[in-house]
């Protein structure tokens, strides 16, 4: 049973920076490919950003250039950091994995059979 668990959401101004962080316990090795997600009131969860077991990333056009994704593989660990907050980035945000490797642009909110929680990222004016 892989169980992920986010951390690190919590309210920042316009402008500000968050650095999220999710855990992966459960698995014999290391995990494919992973990514971050988010849903926010009244939408649709949506790719935020995927990253390979080999570091190759994709990024949602809203976020790309301000939030970058890392990992760190023999922990199983990865990172979604992310700068110059907007309002607009106020969700939950949730972590996802994989134990195959995927390519970073084949992966989706369907493809990926594990889940965190979720963290709130709240994003004010």
């Known amino acids: 049973q892989v169980q992920l668990v986010e951390s690190g959401g919590g309210l920042v101004q316009a402008g500000g920076s968050l650095r999220l962080s999710c855990a992966a316990s459960?698995?014999?090795?290391?995990?494919?490919?992973m990514g971050w997600f988010r849903q926010g009131p009244g939408n649709q969860r949506e790719l935020v950003a995927i990253?390979?077991?080999?570091?190759?990333?994709n990024y949602a056009a809203s976020v790309e250039g301000r939030f970058t994704t890392s990992r760190n593989n023999a922990k199983n660990t990865i990172f979604l950091q992310m700068n110059s907050l907007k309002p607009e980035d106020t969700a939950v945000y949730y972590c996802?994995?994989?134990?195959?490797?995927?390519?970073?642009?084949?992966?989706?909110?369907?493809?990926?059979?594990?889940w965190g929680k979720g963290t709130l990222v709240t994003v004010s004016s």
């Open positions: 996802a994995a994989d134990s195959r490797r995927i390519s970073a642009t084949q992966a989706t909110a369907r493809s990926m059979p594990y």
């Open positions: 459960g698995t014999m090795g290391s995990l494919g490919t």
């Open positions: 990253i390979t077991s080999g570091g190759n990333t």
